[in-house]
Structure formats: structure tokens, C-alpha cells
């Protein structure tokens, strides 16, 4: 295992178009995050699912953005009707949940341009 | 909800020089957990320690160590001998019962 996977890498877009992204946790982990990230910025929680249960959703996650994760494996983050503020690093991470430290390994992260 | 700050936009270090960057925390929670991580210029979020409240003892992991003052809810990392490669920014990150926050970072440049 490789750790965790993002894909694409880089996408551009222009406005009003729909992206996903989509994010492969470690095998053995079952809580994956998603996390948004602008310039000079830390990351700002978005959503995370337990299993295939989403537990927790950001009040950042607006109507235009869906995250599924169907059989407690990969998952995607897809944002429709695109806009200029949507501009981001998008990160995953995930976790295997446990009292203490759970920490969360990130990926390399799926940079959105939005023109 | 929890507040996590990081005061220091930037800071520099001399190579093999020992640096702290400071963290500090607001929470009513109970029990809980910090963590600092870091991202180079590749982007990557690499964890590098944690702490938590409940621990009696300073976490170290190698070069990195944190130090908690629990009364005064602050987790500074402190690097000793610093290398070019930590040139990075740093993260301070709070865990309450679920989700992990982020500080707004700090950048770390490291000069020969």
C-alpha cells in the first residue's frame, strides 16, 4: 500500500462546468476526510465518512458539492456549477479510528483552477 | 468551537540551529489532541508528532519535539538542528471529538 491516492493531480475548468475528484484511502483505514485548502491557508474541514457513513459535513460544503464514498472504499468529492472561489487544493486524508492519536495521512492533493 | 492560532507568519533558522514555532489553543473539551504536520513546497501534509491532553510526558519524535503547556494551551514544536529539507510551512492541528482544525501555519526557511 502507497498510501493515500488523489486523482487528478490538476484540473482546470471554467465556471459552471461540474469536476470530481476522486480519493483512494489506505486499505485498512475507514474514515476518510476531505479537506479544502486555499493559498496561505491551513486546510479547512469539509466532510468525513466512517465506513460509508458520512458523519460530518462542514457548513464550507454547500449544496453545490456532493461527497460519496459507496462501499466504505474510494470516494469522490464532486462539485457542480463551478465558480472562481471554488479555486483550491481539495486534500484527502484518511484514517483507522481508534481512542488516541488517529492520525489522519494525507494525499498529495487534487489542485482545482477555476477561470 | 475549538480556536487554533499561529502567531508566526515566518520564521527563519540557521542550519543545525534549534527553532520553536509556536502554537495555541481555545477549547472547553475535555480530552483532545494536537498534532503538527508539515507541507513542503510539493504540497503533501506530512505528520510529524501528537500530543494529548491526558499525556504526562512532552512528545519527541527524533529531531521534533512539542512542548505542552497545558495550563496556558500551547503546543509548540520545537525542531533542534534544523536542516535545509525542513524548509516547509507547519500546521498546528486541534482534534476535539472528531474532526481536525488547522491553524493558518507557519513558514519555516532554513539558510545554510
Known amino acids: 500500500d502507497t498510501g493515500v491516492s488523489q486523482d487528478p493531480r490538476h484540473k482546470i475548468t471554467k465556471r459552471g462546468q461540474n469536476v470530481t475528484f476522486r480519493c483512494d484511502p489506505i486499505s485498512e483505514h475507514n474514515r476518510l476526510y476531505w479537506y479544502r485548502q486555499t493559498l496561505g491557508q491551513g486546510p479547512e474541514f469539509l466532510t468525513y465518512f466512517q465506513n460509508e457513513a458520512q458523519l460530518e459535513k462542514s457548513r464550507l460544503l454547500s449544496d453545490r458539492f456532493s461527497a460519496e464514498r459507496p462501499k466504505g472504499s474510494f470516494s469522490t468529492l464532486e462539485i457542480q456549477r463551478t465558480e472562481q472561489g471554488d479555486s483550491a487544493m481539495y486534500l484527502c486524508?484518511?484514517?483507522?479510528?481508534?481512542?488516541?492519536?488517529?492520525?489522519?495521512?494525507f494525499g498529495a492533493g487534487s489542485r482545482l483552477t477555476v477561470l | 468551537a475549538q480556536k487554533i492560532t499561529q502567531t508566526q507568519p515566518g520564521m527563519f533558522v540557521q542550519e543545525k540551529e534549534a527553532v520553536t514555532l509556536d502554537c495555541t489553543y481555545d477549547?472547553?473539551?475535555?480530552?483532545?489532541?494536537l498534532f503538527w504536520y508539515k507541507q513542503p513546497s510539493s504540497g503533501e501534509m506530512i505528520f510529524l508528532i501528537y500530543?494529548?491532553?491526558?499525556?504526562?510526558q512532552n512528545a519527541t519524535e527524533g529531531r521534533y519535539s512539542l512542548n505542552f503547556q497545558k495550563a496556558r494551551k500551547s503546543a509548540n514544536l520545537v525542531i533542534s538542528a534544523s536542516q535545509l529539507g525542513d524548509s516547509a510551512m507547519y500546521f498546528c492541528a486541534f482534534r476535539g471529538y472528531s474532526t481536525l482544525t488547522f491553524g493558518k501555519g507557519t513558514m519555516l526557511l532554513v539558510s545554510p
Open positions: 477549547t472547553s473539551d475535555p480530552s483532545y489532541g
Open positions: 486524508a484518511s484514517s483507522y479510528y481508534r481512542a488516541g492519536a488517529n492520525v489522519l495521512t
Open positions: 500530543q494529548g491532553s491526558y499525556d504526562q
